[in-house]
């Protein structure tokens, strides 16, 4: 069972992605809900939003917890709160994964783009639809994180550990590659 992480934002698309890969989803709405899922999703919305709905609920140390035991998979707002480091401004996170992330770093709103990159994983590569809104850029990759793949020059999927990241919303393409590859965290 994979958790969506319910707080805030379209997370109803990953729970769409995951039924059409056979498998069972649920939206987490309180931290007592981590303990019936084996990985959470953490989806794209506004990280500001997100980090004050995790204030008042006390999320934070549950899912560092969670993330500590289970594999964890933020797209856009999910990645900026389980950064490192943030910028453009700077904010708190979960600190996860070994990147610093810049908000809004490929534009405003008005700068969302769909393009094609290059995902690599399984010793293979392949191209892959990306869509980006408002999305926050990767500026550095620490050395033990592994990029899995690449638009425009710049790394924008990444994996350290059971944390998976992408500053893009494969959730918001026909392409079920990411998300297979999430279950298939899960299953190691």
Known sequence: MIGLLGLQGDYAAHGRMLEALGVESRVVKKPEQLAEIDGLIFPGGESTTLIKLMDSWDWWAPLEGFAAAKPVFGTCAGMILLAKSVSNPPQKSLALIDI????????????SFEGTGSFGVNGQTRELPMVFIRAPRISRVGAGVEALAECRGDVVM???????????????????????????????
Not at 100 to 111: K, L, S
Not at 158 to 187: C, K, W
């Open 158 to 188: 990444a994996r350290q550990g059971n944390v998976l990241v992408a500053s893009f919303h494969p959730e918001l393409t026909d392409d079920l590659g990411v998300h297979r590859y999430f279950v298939e965290m899960i299953g190691q």
């Open 100 to 111: 610093d992330v810049e908000r809004n770093g490929y534009g405003r709103q008005i700068d």
